[in-house]
């Protein structure tokens, strides 16, 4: 599955343009590995997402095309969510 459309799936962003939008500014890697919108996703990868003041790790467990909103969660395990802080 695309980056882009599991970010979406998994409610990890709310929207696919949104998540384009962030791969595209180079905020997402699989691996260790900057990826573009329509990089492969798969289970057992490790995603890491860099937003402006969040980052989250999370390791894919799952890729279905669609999913509830309540059960969005289980197509991860969340490894980290911290917060940045600036400093000056």
Same mark, same amino acid.
């Given at each position: !599955?695309?980056?882009?459309?599991?970010?979406? $799936?998994?409610?990890?962003?709310?929207?696919? =343009? /949104?998540?384009?939008?962030?791969? $595209?500014?180079?905020?997402?890697?699989?691996?260790?590995?900057? /990826?573009?919108?329509?990089?492969? $996703?798969?289970?057992?990868?490790?995603?890491?997402?860099? !937003?402006?003041?969040?980052? $989250?790790?999370?390791?894919?467990?799952?890729?279905?095309?669609?999913?509830?909103?309540?059960?969005?969660?289980t197509l991860y395990e969340l490894?980290?969510?911290?917060?940045? =802080?600036?400093?000056?």
């Amino acid at each position: !599955m695309r980056i882009d459309k599991y970010l979406k $799936v998994s409610r990890l962003i709310k929207r696919r =343009t /949104v998540a384009k939008d962030v791969c $595209v500014g180079e905020k997402i890697s699989i691996n260790g590995r900057i /990826v573009k919108p329509s990089a492969e $996703v798969k289970p057992g990868d490790q995603v890491i997402l860099e !937003m402006a003041s969040h980052v $989250v790790e999370v390791k894919v467990l799952a890729t279905p095309n669609s999913v509830k909103a309540n059960e969005a969660h289980t197509l991860y395990e969340l490894i980290r969510d911290e917060r940045k =802080t600036e400093s000056y």
